[in-house]
Every structure is written in structure tokens, then in C-alpha cells.
């Protein structure tokens, strides 16, 4: 019979029992409909989600809907939007409660006397010319002036094809304001011209992100097998696809057969009541979907399809990893 111990080393075993004690059961929260950019290819604003609720203003009412989440089991909020540093008083609500991620463009910097040790992720679209295409305004020489050698932050670089070749120079100075890096890919929600992938500019751009992962390791925060996964879209043979995505609300999943999925899983309006489909939108195409938590959310929910080699199982145990330190379960 295959376990788990039979296929690991000890070190490999101690690494697996520290994640397996962790027991992470996450909720996406959008924290506000308002943003203080456009930027195209956003699945929140190019889905019309931003106007599928009316913004709850009660803070006592944010108070109260904290608490019943806790008492479902939630044990760590990701706080999106729109723009959550726009209702930092709605942040604090969350970050006084329970372990919250906020997802930022960085523009707003989190006050640190405030919010000492809320993990922040960082978007960024590419370098300077992507950024004004995409976003209307280079972003990263306000964010990383504000965040800065700051050791609960990180960048969540959004690689587009036309980085390909460049990814490099944007790890770098990364490195060089002293922070973190996460990959991922854009969807290409809104259809830009030219910011589609290929099959051939997924190779390349897997290629590539392993390279970065081998040149700059205390930089990048990723694996090898999460590259793989979100570049061909495939894990042990299965594509993604409504009928794999773990990251599905709950209480409107009524697919059948009912595939592995986060438990108690909700991706909440700004009015606490309304419920989306799922961690991105209702109009994006699953698959071509590129989320990047979605698809290490999917390999992490089928760990039991990873126990049958010890380089599948070890692959499992990056990814795991990865998330956790993403979310600051666990240290870098």
C-alpha cells in the first residue's frame, strides 16, 4: 500500500506534517466596489460585478458578518475589491479578527501602526510601458516606494506575452527595493490586442518563469510545478475547467459529479449577502482561465491524486508550501 511516509525521505515528511497541520479554509471579500484605477483586463470591473451590489456602510454590520464567517470556519480572509486600502476602517474589522490578506494596487500605502503584520500583495502588470497600457499609469514607482524592504509584502507580477524576455529585469528590481515576488498570468478579460497567449508563448513563458525561480530563490516565491499547471492548464492528465475549479462559492456549486473543492468556500458582494460564482467572474471563460490561486487551490484540494510517486507528492508539497507562505501560514 502507497502513504505517505513510504514515499518520503525525512525531510521531505517534516515538511509535509508542517503543512498538514495548517488546515486553511479561506473566503475572497470585496471589501469595496470603488478602485482608484481602471485597469483592463480586471474580471471585477470588465464582469459588471462592481455593480451587482450596493456597498454596506455600517461598520457594526461588517462587525457582525466577521464573526458569523469565523464561526463557519473561515480562518483567513482575502480582502479584494475594487481597492480594500479605499475602506481601510473595513480592513481593520477583518485584521482584528482573523489572519486577512489584502490584495492592492499599492497606490495607498496600509499604515503599519495600523496593520504591523497584514500580509499585502502588490499588483503588477509588467514593466513601465504595460503598465500604462493596461492600468493608465506606471504603478510600481509609487508602490515600492511605499512598500519598500517591507517584510509582510510581496508583488503579484502579472506576466502578459509581451513580456516575454523581460520578466528578468522586473525580478530584479523587485530584488532591489527589497521585497518578494509571486508569477501568475493575465486573463485577458477584456480582449486586448496582443496580450493573448499562445500555446507557443506558454512554453516559452514556463521556460522562463523556471528560470527565474532558479536564478533569484530568495526572491521568488513559486514552484516549478505551479508553472507547469498554470501554463498548459493540465495537472496528472486532467484539464481545468468548471468541472475541476475548487475555488466554486458553496452554496451555488450544484455541479454533479461534485469534484474537490475548498471547504466552505464563499466569494462574498460588498453588501455581505450577495454571493459570486467563484474567485474571478462569472463571464470569464474557465478554460482559459489563468488565476493563479485557482490553480494552486486545485492541486492543493487533490492531494490524495498525488500520493502515488514521491515526485508527485513532493510537487504537491511545493505548492502547498507556496500558498502557505503567500498567505503567511508559514515563513518564507
Known amino acids: 500500500m502507497i502513504t505517505v511516509s513510504s514515499l518520503l525521505d525525512d525531510h521531505w515528511y517534516e ?5 498538514s497541520r495548517l488546515n486553511i479554509r479561506s473566503s475572497i471579500y470585496d471589501v469595496t466596489d470603488r478602485c482608484n484605477l481602471r485597469c483592463k483586463g ?4 470588465s ?4 455593480q451587482v451590489a450596493t456597498e454596506e456602510r455600517d461598520l457594526e454590520k461588517w462587525k457582525a458578518f466577521v464573526d458569523k ?3 463557519r470556519g473561515v480562518n483567513l480572509a482575502i480582502l ?3 481597492e480594500p486600502t479605499l475602506c481601510l476602517d473595513r ?3 477583518f485584521y482584528r479578527r482573523l489572519p486577512s490578506f489584502c490584495a492592492t494596487n499599492g497606490l495607498i500605502k496600509v499604515p503599519r501602526d495600523r496593520f504591523p503584520d497584514m500580509m499585502v500583495g502588490i499588483s503588477l502588470w509588467g514593466d513601465s510601458e504595460d503598465e500604462k497600457i493596461l492600468r493608465g499609469q506606471d504603478t510600481f514607482k509609487i508602490s515600492s516606494a511605499n ?3 517591507d517584510p509582510h509584502a510581496y508583488y503579484l507580477y502579472t506576466i502578459t506575452p509581451k513580456q516575454l524576455g523581460k520578466t528578468e529585469r522586473i525580478i530584479t528590481k523587485i530584488r532591489d527595493v527589497g521585497l518578494k515576488v509571486h508569477m501568475q498570468l493575465l486573463s485577458n478579460d477584456e480582449g486586448v490586442d496582443g496580450f493573448s497567449w499562445t500555446d507557443q508563448e506558454l512554453a516559452t513563458v514556463r521556460d522562463e518563469m523556471d528560470a527565474m525561480l532558479d536564478a533569484y530563490p530568495d526572491t521568488v516565491i513559486s514552484s516549478k510545478y505551479y508553472h507547469q499547471i498554470i501554463t498548459t492548464g493540465t495537472m496528472l492528465g486532467r484539464p481545468f475547467g468548471w468541472m475541476e475549479c475548487p475555488s466554486v462559492t458553496e452554496p451555488l456549486d450544484r ?3 461534485q469534484p474537490k473543492r475548498l471547504t466552505n468556500f464563499i466569494r462574498w458582494a460588498s453588501d455581505l449577502q450577495t454571493m459570486h460564482r467563484c474567485c474571478t467572474s462569472e463571464t470569464r471563460d474557465c478554460a482559459t482561465c489563468k488565476d493563479g490561486a485557482a490553480h494552486m487551490s486545485w492541486v492543493m484540494v487533490n492531494k490524495r491524486a498525488h500520493i502515488k510517486s514521491t515526485q508527485d507528492l513532493q510537487n504537491w508539497i511545493e505548492v502547498y508550501e507556496m500558498f502557505a507562505k503567500l498567505y503567511q501560514f508559514i515563513p518564507w
Open 42 to 45: 480586471c474580471f471585477f470591473f
Open 69 to 71: 464567517e469565523m464561526e
Open 255 to 257: 455541479r454533479s459529479p
Open 47 to 50: 464582469s459588471g460585478e462592481h
Open 80 to 82: 479584494i475589491g475594487g
Open 147 to 149: 512598500y519598500a524592504g
Open 15 to 19: 515538511r509535509y506534517k508542517r503543512i
Open 91 to 93: 480592513v481593520e474589522v
